[in-house]
C-alpha cells in the first residue's frame, strides 16, 4: 500500500470519462509540512466507502497552522492542530495525528477523495492526512481540516478492511434547494445531481485513483455521513422543509447507491454552542433530531437496530477568544470543534455498523 509522497504530492491532470462527461481530476499536491507513514495491514475484504456531503463545514475551516502575530514567540493561536497537539490540555486526545517528532500522520488504511472548491470539475485524493479541507489547492495557505479528519480515524482504527471516504462539499448549499432530493418534488437540486456525479466517478475509476485497489473483492457503500444546516437556517421556510427534506435524501440516496438500510450519520448544527436562541436555527437542529427519530419516521429507521443517527455537537462549539477566528459561520476555524464533530460523526457510523462489522 505504499504510495511515495513525491507521487502523491504531484499535480497530476488527466480525463476520466464517465456516462460521456469528461471530468478532469488533480492529485492532491505535497504540502510543505513533514508527514510520517502509518502503513497498517488491512484484512483482505470490500473497499469501504464513506460518502461525506455537505456546505462549506463539511469541506472544512479548521485550521491546522495560524501564527500569533501578537505573540512575541509567535505560538500558534488557540485551536489550531498545532495548537492541539502540543498544549497540555489537549495533546493526548491529539496524540495519534502526529509522531514523535511532531510530524504529521498519514494513514494508509485509510484513503480519501475530496473534491476541490475551486473548481467544479476538480478534485484531490491519496492517503488519509490533513490537508483535505478548504483550500487545497491553494499552496500559498497551510492545509485545513474538516469533519472528514475524526471521522477518519474513528472508522479507520475500527474497520479491518480498506477504507476510502469521497467528501462531497461546497460552500453556500442548502438543503431546500441545493441539495434538494427528487422525493422532496420540484427541481432537483444542482448540487445533488453534481454529487451524485462525483461518486460514479470516483466509484468508475477505483483502480486509476488508488492502485491498491482490489478490484477483484470489490467495495461497498457502508454510509453517509451529512453536516449541513447554516444555509437553510437563514430562511423560516427552508427550516420548515428541512425535516422532510432530510428524510427524502436518505431515502434517495439508499435507492440510488442501492443500499436499502444504508446508515446515515447527522451530527447536528453547533453555531454558538449552547448558547444558540434564535429560533431558525433552532429549528434546524431540532428538524435533525427528528429525521433519526425511528418512531417519526420508522420508514427509514428502527429504534432496536438504528440505521439514521444525529448526534449532539454543541459541546464542541469554540467561542472566539479560544480559536483561530472570529467567524462563527465557519466554527471560528476552530480545528478542535471539527476533530470532535468528526469523531462522534464516526462513532455513530461504526455503531450502526456494528451488527454488519
Known amino acids: 500500500m505504499a504510495i511515495s509522497l513525491a507521487l502523491w504530492g504531484a499535480v497530476l491532470c488527466c480525463c476520466l470519462t464517465v456516462a460521456s ?3 478532469v481530476e488533480r492529485k492532491w499536491r505535497e504540502e510543505q509540512l513533514p508527514r510520517e507513514r502509518v502503513r497498517a495491514t488491512v484484512k483482505p475484504g470490500p473497499l469501504k466507502v464513506f460518502i461525506l456531503a455537505g456546505q462549506s463545514n463539511m469541506v472544512g475551516m479548521g485550521a491546522t497552522d495560524m501564527v500569533n502575530n501578537s505573540d512575541p514567540n509567535h505560538g500558534q493561536l488557540n ?4 495548537y492541539l497537539v ?28 475530496s473534491n476541490d472548491e475551486g473548481g467544479p470539475d476538480s478534485g484531490y485524493w491519496g492517503p488519509f492526512s490533513v490537508g483535505y479541507g478548504a483550500g487545497a489547492y491553494d499552496t500559498r495557505s497551510p ?4 469533519p472528514e479528519y475524526g471521522f477518519g480515524f474513528v472508522v479507520g482504527d475500527a474497520i479491518e478492511e480498506q477504507v476510502l471516504i469521497i467528501k462531497t462539499a461546497w460552500g453556500g448549499r442548502s438543503l431546500a434547494q441545493d441539495f434538494r432530493p427528487p422525493s422532496s418534488g420540484g427541481t432537483v437540486g444542482a448540487t445533488y445531481e453534481i454529487m451524485l456525479a462525483k461518486v460514479q466517478m470516483v466509484l468508475a475509476n477505483l483502480t486509476h485513483l488508488f492502485p491498491a485497489y482490489n478490484a477483484t473483492a470489490g467495495y461497498e457503500i457502508s454510509g453517509f455521513g451529512w453536516f449541513l444546516g447554516w444555509n437553510d437556517g437563514c430562511s423560516a421556510s427552508d427550516v420548515s422543509q428541512y425535516e422532510t427534506n432530510m428524510v427524502n435524501l436518505i431515502k434517495d440516496l439508499r435507492k440510488e447507491w442501492k443500499v436499502a438500510d444504508m446508515p446515515a450519520s447527522i451530527p447536528i448544527s453547533c453555531f454558538s454552542g449552547w448558547d444558540e436562541k434564535i429560533p431558525r436555527r433552532l429549528g434546524i437542529i431540532q428538524a435533525q433530531f427528528n429525521s433519526a427519530n425511528a418512531t417519526l419516521h420508522p420508514d427509514i429507521n428502527n429504534a432496536q437496530n438504528p440505521s439514521v443517527m444525529a448526534e449532539e455537537t454543541r459541546m464542541f462549539w469554540r467561542a472566539a477568544q479560544y480559536s483561530p477566528s472570529n467567524r462563527e459561520y465557519h466554527l471560528n476555524f476552530n480545528a478542535e470543534t471539527y476533530w470532535y464533530i468528526g469523531k462522534v460523526m464516526g462513532q455513530a457510523m461504526v455503531k450502526m455498523m456494528k451488527p454488519a462489522m
Open 143 to 146: 492545509p485545513r481540516i474538516g
Open 86 to 113: 502540543s498544549h497540555p490540555r489537549t495533546k493526548e486526545e491529539f496524540s495519534a495525528c502526529v509522531n514523535a517528532s511532531g510530524n504529521w500522520t498519514v494513514r494508509d488504511d485509510v484513503w480519501m477523495w
Open 79 to 82: 485551536g489550531t492542530l498545532k
Open 21 to 23: 462527461a469528461a471530468v
